[in-house]
């Protein structure tokens, strides 16, 4: 499985991007192992304003609902 982590510069500036940045790869890392499957190439795409202020538990809840959402098509 591979992960891909990406952040236009509608995010912010470089601080922004690489703070949604490694907030996304911790959020893999913790759920990725769990519900991801072998095979699967993600990529998770930084948002304005969401990615870096969105509590971080939800932000890893929101990543399992979007994994079980396009394992169970």
């Not at 912010?12 to 949604?20: E, H, I, K």
């Not at 190439?41 to 609902?65: H, M, N, P, W």
Request: glycine share 8%; with cysteine; hydrophobic share 40%.
């Amino acid at each position: 499985m591979r992960v891909g982590f990406t952040c236009s510069k509608k995010v912010g500036n470089a601080v922004a991007r690489n703070r949604a940045k490694r907030r996304l790869r911790e959020a893999a890392r913790a759920v990725l192992p769990e519900l991801g499957r072998a095979g699967y190439d993600y990529v998770l795409i930084g948002r304005f304003e969401s990615t870096a202020s969105r509590d971080f538990e939800a932000l890893k809840g929101d990543l399992a609902y979007a994994l079980e959402k396009v394992h169970s098509a």
